[in-house]
């Protein structure tokens, strides 16, 4: 498995070659490393370049795997400045050199303004040296303290993006209570603080606000509550002691359902299971089809040279980043727009609860990412299992001699959940029987709560007493490289129009003329024209083809790309805190030529660059012809999240889940699930 | 069970009554009538008026079950036309009467050229006709002849509607192969046909097409065979004696895949089934679900009074027509709108395939119609199973006490599967643990296919040497009768827009504006506002809510009418074979005042009255306000149907796929699937 992750030795080995005086970094260990020192944020593998990879898998009995590189980042505190390099090749030999990675970015250098968290705690001294200040106004006002003891009744959440190009490090801190699920708890009270720089000394609380009241300072905020010019906040039963508070938490309420006490249906492959899994070399294989698995600290599982019937049909296919954009009447939800992959939605990949979160029959893989803190390991970070799709994939009762008959509907999930703070994350990627793979995403977790007040109706539902759920936006780009028969892909973008057409055969009984629907396929040639919404009604779609392979009956083979559940794109265009850093959002999808510059569309620095971001995918659409070259379609899903109280205690997967279709478009002669076995043919009776 | 189908004994007892010389009707046996006869053509059970039916079912101890009718369909071949018939209260006594039931339709009789088929074989002897005239000449074309015999290598199709208005009846035949799946072997040979009024003697061949050329009678169609005129199709691989032509069969074909010589994985409840079905009542009920069966000819299966947690959710589920729209450069396809409610879909339920069509475990449940040759049941018309999801329906990774968990998920499907000629719909009926109900239509079955030519390339794609499938659009219509925390419902629209907006707490680093989404809510006051698309990107949706109901957080109850896959209406508008017989295509939905003299939005005649239909959909929007009335929706599922390689020999139905969801919005305080048993709640390691 050439895309296969490092393992911890060969990560140790690269850090000590790093370490090393020869090297010159003068870095310190990362688990002991001040702000103004120079220490290592990551070590992972860096992925090969696609022509050699194609030139090993095509024989590998006589080329030779690619050289394997690993991606090394660097906090050098002491500048500040945050530099990526590629180290190799690997493992660690004379040959080895350190060469910075520029060629995929978009900027000279990575701010370090920008920069990922080592620790939660970061914020904590700050918060510690003025949260005490606040405290007899927020026991009053709130009904809780933060003064860093370990029974703080108070805790904090952060707000981001925290700078716009890189010159400032700011956000807004939001006070929740601190109990289970204290998403949905915040007390409506608001700082803004500068973080900037490497000395935590000179970092500054900059505002105060609390009920729409905007207060320059711990004292004029303590004047306003002691002189009695601060305008409160209406009675708030949540403060009140005898409030139960337990509805945030998952316990079990409520009267059990009829029946509910018997276990469930359980699917159970009575002659072993039907797919392999090769645990080595991290390989899957199904009903004729074959791919690796990779796994990366920045978003998780992905998935390499994905094979159906013998076929390369897709190199790799792999989530780019996680946006959730929000929107509210207070200082955190309308400045808040996350993307995920700054926390790193491999590194927050969890162990999967088996018989829960995956079937009982389900196989687990493990996963392990690489953090400053060490090496995080999950053993059930991935799960496989095979499931009865619950519908026939094609059926029809007829009469003639071989008419009649069902082939059974059979699904490969390969799974792998991510939770990010509040969010659960569900990444599944179902193969099915006759060539097509849906890629679906379903959330689960908590909602970004904001304190309920009526001036908050526009952006949310309340969900309680005096919490509700902020609007916001969740889109998930994926990064799809199909090789549909071959590397030489042109984009098929097909349209349906309506016509009046008159024919000779009409008469005047019905009129001449005919009203009805004609297909127009165009190539699109270009870039410029590959920045793509679904047409209005789904009325087309778009495809890969290889103009110059036909299938048997003279049409191109193709592969569509088809929308699933949800096919939504962002909402807001134009706002500074997402203004140039996830431009990909704009779309339902977009096609690009491939390139070894242009491996992904986002950065884990990109949430803290919306201004000038690292990474900068409407760079990738420079002109360039696209007809015949080897493509790359970045596919979105998402869904508009307007919360509501059955998202209480957590979001339903079922309603939160959107999806896409890659599915063969005359690329094969005729229905391939007609190869089932596990079918029936009857005779009419 | 009020709405169950009459039982055959309370079928023959309303036949004997009403052939009884007392009624004056002048009936013939149907089996043996002729056209000029006046025979009973659909004896089926009427629905109660609801408010009968509501009182009931709330005080069934009380209050008297609604008495019971039957609707009779009667054709009057004698004047000639078609009339239906209320009859009862049932069963039969003196008190029983027949009234004409004319306040559920929009014109004042039902022209007999709209009329149903009695049988298939009504148009055997217009062709016996002429066929034979044309054999030579068929024989050297297209390698076939139709001699009405039971070796005949030709076979007919037709195409729908017959009739614009009801002034004549006519259609046009396109020739095919008698081999299986003869709707993939056109020949390319049309005959337009007049087959108005009641003496077939009098049916006439109106033209001949073939190759694009139009001749008016045989006989100028064959002096242009002989006189070499005919311009002839290029040679045809199709019509060799050495051609395989099974490629239309759903033969097993190439290699099996690796491992699919095991069963797959097959779902089991090992502790028993966790629904309950009471076969005599046709009720069925799961996990604090429940809802009565209805079935009858025109749709089949419907579902009533569905219950959730003891509450009426859903009083009339049930599809009203399918519509299917082709487009085409030859006569066929050009001309061709499907109504499958004319051919019964009722009626063409069939037998599912245990362990193939439905899991294993499925229950069947039996369903009988009414035709006028007789009685057909069915005993496997409908199943319902239990099937593990397949993911969580709620889960999240946390630390505190409480939020680290998973609640399985589980669905109950309840399918019915009917064969309408060559197309097979699935439908199903999926409900969730949480509320959420999924109505979900797959398609299968055989393209209706045309003969490929360069000419036809707008209008679908060659799938075999000289056959296409063709370019078409389906639109299936539910009627939802929603009744949300009561009968009193009003239809909430939200909308998401960009708004600019300035906050008193920011500053210059980021601007003092900031761009974000915003809700607006609004009531749609009026039925002439409630013709409904999907918004632009999916920006906002619709909802039935009770304004009067709230959650215990002050929002009205209410339930969400949301898109699932493939959310699209018809394409073509204004055409005139789809005038005005299915304007509910026009959109993604409707919401109506719920009325006794709406029941639904279609009839069998409508097919063939586009100009002046039975049931005039737009009828219904008739200006009526909507808030806090008895609200009906009308939700279209559908597929733009572009054929390609892959839907040979049958379209699949992972692809061929269209749903939309019904789920709480804020009509629950919580997530009510917290109330799971099948849940685990873990301490964080
Ligand atoms: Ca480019
Ligand atoms: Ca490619
Ligand atoms: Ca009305
Ligand atoms: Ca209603
Ligand atoms: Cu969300
Ligand atoms: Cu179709």
Redesign the pocket.
Known sequence: NIWASLTVNETVEIQSWLESPDRGLNLTQSDLAELTDNFIYLIEVYQPPKAAAVAYLNSPSTIPPPDKYARVTVHYGSVPVIKDYLVGPLPISSKTSLEELKDIYHRDEIPYHARGFVRGTELTPLAGKYMPLLAEATQELFGGVALGLPNDTLIAGASAPFSFDGSFRRLWVSWRRNIPGPWLHPINFFHYVDVSGTDPSQWSLLKIVYNHQVFPSVESFMDAFHNGTLKRLPDRPDQRDTQDLSWSARHRIGEPRDLDHLPGPRSVSFAGLRFRVDRTLQYVSWMGWGLYLGFNRDMGLSLWDIRFKNERLVYELAPQEALAQYAGNDPMQATTAWLDRFFGMGQAVRDMIPGYDCPYEAVYLPATTHSPLGSISRDRAICIFEQDSGRPISRHTGYMDGEFGSIRGYVLTIRSISTVGNYDYLFDYMFHFDGTIEVRLSASGYLQGGYWEPLQAGYGSQIRDTSMGSLHDHVINYKVDLDVAGLSNSLLSTTTHVEHVEHPWLDEDWGTEVIQQKINREIIEN?DGALLNWPENFQGGYAFVNSEEKNSWGNPRGYAIHPGYSPIRNTVVGSKRLLNNANWARYNLAV??R?ETEPTSSSMWNMNLPGDPVVDFHK???G?NITQEDLVAWVNVGMHHLPQAEDVPNTRTNMAASSFFLTPLNYFDTDVSLESINAILLRAP
């Open positions: 870039e690009s030529k390139k990738f659409f420079d360039e």
